[in-house]
């Protein structure tokens, strides 16, 4: 996938919070701007706040750039939804693929698709340089301070913030969105070196893992298990799934779809082929929080 064009920044050094996301689908879904002059009063935050749920309504690809809601956001956070208040960590991992593979927060569609094919650990500089590379490649150079940034709000992201300086903000501790995946830790053995390890990961439901395989537009019905580890936007780099935790979740998918998905495995040849015609995109998941609920 090549962006349009790298977007860094957006969210005024605001973590997405835990409530933020719904909170900008009900305020969208009841007519709201976040143009408005009582924007302020209707979410409830600072105006700085208001622009960074914006920023990240569309980082996660719940609205496009008109702030019109998509029809995942009215899938995952409409009353009727399958997880409106964001309680299962499922959602939390289909957003977490939502943020990497719409790439409107560039840092982290690169740092999961490919810095970490270059390597599981990696240090601020080394990040730095590594999007400098890309940006120039481009011709869309990158300001220091706003990188800078960017990183910082990535880092927190996915660690506390107390886990890089030792010093511990008691609100983002329990409110970033995306810390409790336990994606990325920090190592301060050698200097701040970042870890983004391929695991198994038996706690991400192999129901996401299904729908994001079906979800990606450069897999036909036959998939090559490499597509499905180091392919743009595959399970394996957005999931950091080592190749025992794939073949796991490829295991539960057929044991529930055994007509519709085969696994082959010629020659060292080995194959996942889809029948993407019997199997709905949305029940996938539904079928998941159903048996959650």
């Excluded at 990240?56 to 995952?76: I, N, R, S």
């Excluded at 080394?126 to 910082?152: C, M, W, Y």
């Excluded at 036909?220 to 999931?239: C, Q, R």
């Excluded at 696994?263 to 082929?273: E, Q």
Aim: overall charge negative; hydrophobic content about 40%.
């Amino acid at each position: 996938m090549l962006l349009d064009r790298l977007i860094f920044q957006g969210h005024d050094t605001f973590l997405c919070r835990n409530n933020w996301l719904k909170k900008g689908y009900d305020f969208i879904q009841a007519g709201g701007n976040f143009n408005d002059a009582d924007a302020v009063v209707q979410l409830g935050v600072g105006k700085n706040m208001v622009t960074a749920i914006r920023y990240w309504m569309k980082a996660f690809g719940l609205t496009d750039e008109a702030d019109t809601l998509q029809p995942v956001a009215h899938e995952l956070l409409h009353s009727e939804g399958f997880d409106p208040y964001i309680e299962d960590n499922a959602t939390l991992w289909y957003l977490h693929y939502l943020l990497v593979r719409t790439g409107r927060a560039s840092l982290y569609h690169y740092v999961f698709n490919e810095l970490r094919k270059d390597g599981f650990s990696f240090s601020r500089a080394q990040l730095q340089h590594f999007i400098n590379r890309k940006s120039a490649e481009r011709g869309n150079p990158v300001n220091e301070n706003t990188l800078e940034s960017d990183i910082t709000v990535f880092v927190r992201s996915y660690a506390p913030s107390g886990k890089e300086n030792g010093k511990v903000d008691i609100e983002e501790e329990s409110t970033g969105l995306l810390q409790d995946l336990g994606l990325l830790t920090v190592n301060k053995n050698e200097g701040i070196r970042y870890h983004i390890e391929n695991l198994e990961r038996p706690e991400l439901p192999w129901q996401v893992v299904l729908r994001v395989i079906l979800e990606n537009e450069a897999y036909g019905e036959s998939i090559s298990f490499t597509d499905l580890e180091v392919a743009p936007d595959s399970p394996g780099l957005v999931f950091a799934l080592n190749e025992k935790g794939l073949f796991y979740k490829i295991e539960e998918m057929m044991a529930e779809y055994p007509a519709a998905i085969v696994y082959s495995s010629t020659a060292g040849n080995r194959v996942l082929t889809i029948k993407k015609d019997q199997i709905d995109l949305t029940e996938v998941l539904r079928e998941y929080y159903g048996q959650t609920v």
